[in-house]
């Protein structure tokens, strides 16, 4: 597994840069199988290394990206990273397999293949996969240092990367030395029917909180779906927006600002409809780029399989949001002209791949995904029980993405976890409040008590 060193520059603030790629196995029960190239950058605070013996005493931490399905931006992770190194590590910054530069997936890039060659590959794209790329590229970093636990490093999972975190714990202990997880213990289920049915509830409520605070937006929401109901409206790239499509800018609403963000286009829009009759080129290409399954597809595709233990999918969201039917514009257009439309939250739905021109031609691959039921454990709860590695995790009640008291659930079930509980903070806290969230849970790492 050859690691190759593509170049190293020093940036602004005096951080060095390495960027690195791994040839590794796609699927690691074949090693010798077909490769991927996964990426992953190393940001040195020359701060605390000045010579290369002080660099290689620098301990690691590993930050696992959220999703699934996204690559780590390099301009987003410094305010993160710096806080980091503030604590005495060297970070590394995994592009997951599939994303960014790690041999990325999308449907122009496998255009040549069948649906079935698609399904098959994609298989391998779960949090599994993910952490066996890092325990590979732990052996190839830190695997010939002589003393144990310098060959042992840190993760911090946010979102879904607290859901790798986990799934590492359960399987390669070994190879860590500390964990910290920011707004992502996952539900331990075997499905993602519950987890829909636990995050809709914050969902109702948030658009509850959006409808109270624009009232207004309740005639302007229903005008817009009746608008693109009756209207076929092209997207910049070819997709359609859909009444669906357009409610699906609620995934919005369990971010910081994200309420005001969407009631924003829905003023927008209600201004090019009362001017045009239409709506404009500007709003079109502001609502396609806040929406980001044609340049991540994995997300459309793998999002309700990472909760998939020995279960299939069948388009959980689907079948669980008939139970919700304030979410569903065929049936609320026949309501009282006062009832509000309800946005969705986090959910994916097989209509994606109508609406969405570059998941067009993933939907047959998509349906066999779906329709998948031998996927493998993600998690050990008997390992989890008796986890000789701290834990340490920031949990959010008012979470939309990751319910919170599924968190406790779990919370419950792994030995050596300690928590820091808010209601001060969304999902995105760790970006938006990196040193208040990071300081947080490296003093509580410290497990120091009254």
């Not at 010579?51 to 301990?59: F, G, N, S, Y």
């Not at 995934?251 to 201004?271: E, L, P, S």
């Not at 079930?413 to 938006?432: D, F, T, W």
């Not at 990071?438 to 008590?449: G, P, V």
Request: hydrophobic letters at 40%.
């Amino acid at each position: 597994m050859p690691e190759q060193n593509l170049e190293t520059y020093v940036m602004t603030g005096s951080v060095k840069v390495i960027e690195r790629f791994f040839d590794l196995p796609l699927n690691y029960d074949d090693p010798d199988g077909q490769k991927i190239r996964v990426f992953a950058r190393s940001l040195v605070p020359l701060v605390k290394a000045k010579t290369p013996e002080d660099e290689a005493k620098l301990p690691y931490l590993v930050y696992l990206q959220g999703g699934p399905g996204f690559e780590v931006e390099l301009d987003r992770c410094l305010s993160i990273a710096a806080v980091i190194h503030n604590h005495g590590y060297q970070t590394l910054w995994l592009d997951p397999r599939g994303t960014g530069l790690s041999t990325p997936f999308s449907a122009d890039l496998v255009s040549d293949k069948t649906d079935e060659e698609i399904f098959q590959y994609l298989k391998h794209f779960r949090a599994d996969n993910i952490v066996r790329d890092c325990e590979a590229i732990r052996k190839i970093l830190l695997g010939s240092r002589l003393d144990e636990d310098s060959r042992k490093w840190t993760i911090l999972g946010q979102s879904f990367g607290g859901f790798c975190a986990l799934t590492y714990l359960s399987f390669h202990p070994d190879g860590l030395k500390e964990v910290f997880i920011t707004a992502g213990i996952p539900p331990l289920f075997d499905s993602p029917d519950p987890a829909y049915r636990l995050t809709e509830r914050r969902v109702l409520q948030r658009n509850g909180v959006y409808y109270a605070k624009y009232p207004a937006d309740v005639k302007r929401v229903r005008d817009i779906l009746a608008f693109l109901d009756t209207n076929q409206v092209r997207l910049p790239n070819g997709g359609n927006l859909s009444p669906n499509r357009f409610l699906q800018l609620g995934i919005n609403f369990g971010m910081q600002g994200g309420i005001d963000t969407v009631h924003q286009i829905v003023f927008r829009a209600t201004n090019d409809l009362a001017l045009f009759g239409k709506l404009s080129y500007r709003l079109l290409q502001n609502i396609e780029q806040m929406q980001s399954l044609d340049s991540n597809p994995i997300y459309a595709v793998l999002h309700e399989a990472i909760y998939c233990q020995g279960h299939a999918a069948n388009w959980s969201a689907e079948r669980v949001l008939k139970e919700y039917p304030q979410h569903s514009w065929n049936h609320m257009k026949n309501q009282d002209a006062t009832s509000p439309v309800y946005f969705f939250g986090e959910m994916v739905f097989p209509d994606m791949l109508d609406d969405y021109s570059n998941l067009r031609p993933l939907k047959g691959a998509a349906q066999l995904l779906a329709e998948y039921k031998d996927w493998p454990p993600l998690y050990d709860i008997k390992q989890l029980a008796n986890n000789p590695v701290e834990v340490t995790a920031a949990s959010y009640f008012d979470d939309m993405y990751v319910d919170f008291n599924a968190a406790q659930d779990t919370a419950a079930v792994v030995k050596n976890l300690v928590q820091y509980i808010s209601n001060e903070h969304h999902h995105s806290a760790l970006r938006k409040e990196p040193q208040v969230i990071l300081n947080k849970l490296f003093q509580l790492s410290k497990r120091e008590y009254d």
